[in-house]
């Protein structure tokens, strides 16, 4: 029998043992959409990681192992070979079961939108009024607007659309970036406008760019990421009525 998790809510507020922590065999991905320009960066190949990551800052394959057609955290963050722009972004997501842990220590990750603004990957799940370090946010700026997360050790969704900094010819930026966030189905991040880069940025990131890769925060937890795929945009539709 599947377990919904919205009716775990009451039994997690009595502070009662969940039946959570149970992987759902039928979480199946949502397949990439057949649409023109929609690029598959880890559908659940070996060859689609030696493709499309390394590690991040070298050009060292990434070292993050595959189970069960997704990659598991370890061995330092990774970033795309590609650079992007604008676009919008899938990626599934489990968090580890760490019933001791807390905070930050539990099932950290981060998703770095142009390796510059991490959106953050979190065991949050029950808290009532995420904040700024929670799943959702973009880390230590703008919490989730509700708490969506499921618990863990189940399958959970990100679709993000991100709109990069515009830059002036001295590379100052004229209009800052902004996010869009859906985490299971519901808006967590409503065209949010972000101040500059969070803590996910490494120093050569610290500027600003009109492209960036799309980094995966390996933060000492075994965080599991499968069914990434993302579209670039272009910056403005046409002009033609």
């Not at 929609?38 to 050009?59: C, H, I, K, S």
């Not at 997704?70 to 604008?86: L, R, Y």
């Amino acid at each position: 029998m599947t377990v919904c998790w919205m009716s775990l809510m009451p039994i997690v507020a009595l502070g009662l043992p969940h039946p959570s922590i149970v992987a759902q065999a039928d979480q199946a991905p949502i397949p990439p959409p057949k649409f023109p320009g929609v690029v598959v960066l880890f559908a659940g190949q070996p060859d689609e990681m030696a493709t499309n990551w390394v590690r991040r800052g070298t050009d060292q394959p990434a070292a993050w192992r595959i189970e069960d057609g997704a990659m598991i955290v370890g061995g330092g963050d990774i970033a795309t070979k590609q650079e992007f722009g604008d676009f919008q972004l899938h990626i599934e997501f489990r968090t580890p079961d760490m019933p001791n842990a807390t905070g930050q220590g539990k099932g950290n990750s981060g998703i770095g939108l142009h390796g510059r603004y991490e959106i953050q990957v979190l065991d949050s799940f029950g808290i009532e009024t995420p904040g700024q370090g929670d799943c959702g946010a973009v880390y230590g700026q703008a919490a989730a607007l509700v708490n969506a997360c499921k618990p863990p050790m189940q399958w959970q969704t990100y679709d993000i659309v991100f709109r990069a900094p515009r830059l002036g010819d001295d590379n100052a930026v004229v209009q800052k970036p902004r996010v869009t966030v859906m985490l299971n189905g519901i808006v967590i991040q409503n065209n949010t406008e972000m101040e500059g880069p969070t803590g996910i940025q490494s120093p050569r990131e610290r500027q600003p760019s009109k492209t960036g890769p799309i980094v995966l925060q390996d933060h000492g937890n075994k965080v599991e990421y499968r069914n990434i795929w993302i579209m670039p945009l272009p910056e403005k539709g046409s002009d033609k009525y």
